[in-house]
């Protein structure tokens, strides 16, 4: 584990709590300077303050439910071993949209903090654009359109075409939230770095990827 990483899981239990979006409250939209100030922060912080969110992409979109933070020295952040070709955009600007495949086979939707950190989105809410969503994911089942990584990119049709842009560039868009309690725990699907309670959820929401326990 990196010197970050046991300081950062050796933090009072302060994970769950309620969050809001520093400097955001009351506006339309997340935009130029206001991005920037929300993005440009500790990636932890970001992660809990996006969720209540409002994300869209173009016509399709819906509130964030669940998130994780990266840091550039997490052994489990694609930033670990610097800047390659493929995780240009994680060192791009804050509110960068930083996309990647997994498995060969499903994309996910990550947004810069400081350069070499981001947040990767896990689950939404669907809000707008439902019927496209079921079509794009041949499933009907509110709760499982956008509950994994994976499953919101399909929803929302996210590709690598979208790829290193900012978030108040179309066809992204994104609002800010008024405070929602949140749950923290580990991260999914990782093996190095995996004790670090840097997962994050609304508190009882049913758009999840996995439950807390």
């Known amino acids: ?6 300081i950062r899981t050796s933090r009072p239990g302060n994970l769950n709590q309620m969050t809001y979006a520093v400097g955001a409250i009351g506006a339309a939209s997340l935009g ?27 016509d399709v979109g819906g509130r964030i439910t669940e998130t994780e933070a ?5 052994e489990a952040s694609h930033s670990f ?6 995780n240009a955009a994680m060192f791009g600007r804050p509110g960068n949209v930083y996309i990647y495949r997994i498995y060969g086979m499903h ?16 689950a939404i809410e669907p809000e707008a654009g439902i019927a496209t969503m079921i079509e794009r994911r041949g499933n009907d089942a509110l709760t499982q359109l956008c509950s994994g990584p994976g499953k919101l990119c399909q929803a929302l049709g996210i590709d ?25 725990g580990k991260r999914i699907g990782i093996t190095k770095n995996a004790e670090a309670p840097w ?8 758009y999840l990827s996995k439950p807390f326990r």
């Open 1 to 6: 584990m990196t010197r970050r990483s046991a």
């Open 32 to 58: 130029g300077p206001l991005l920037t100030r929300f993005f440009a922060r500790d990636a932890v912080a970001v992660a809990r303050d996006l969720l209540g969110c409002h994300l869209h992409v173009g």
């Open 70 to 74: 990266y840091f550039p020295d997490d």
């Open 81 to 86: 071993r610097g800047p390659t070709s493929r």
């Open 107 to 122: 994309w996910c939707l990550n947004f810069v903090c400081t350069p070499g950190s981001a947040v990767l989105i896990r």
């Open 160 to 184: 690598l075409t979208l790829n290193d842009r900012l978030l108040d560039r179309p066809p992204f868009s994104i609002a800010p939230s008024a405070p929602v309690k949140i749950v923290a």
């Open 199 to 206: 997962r994050f959820g609304i508190s009882g929401s049913r």
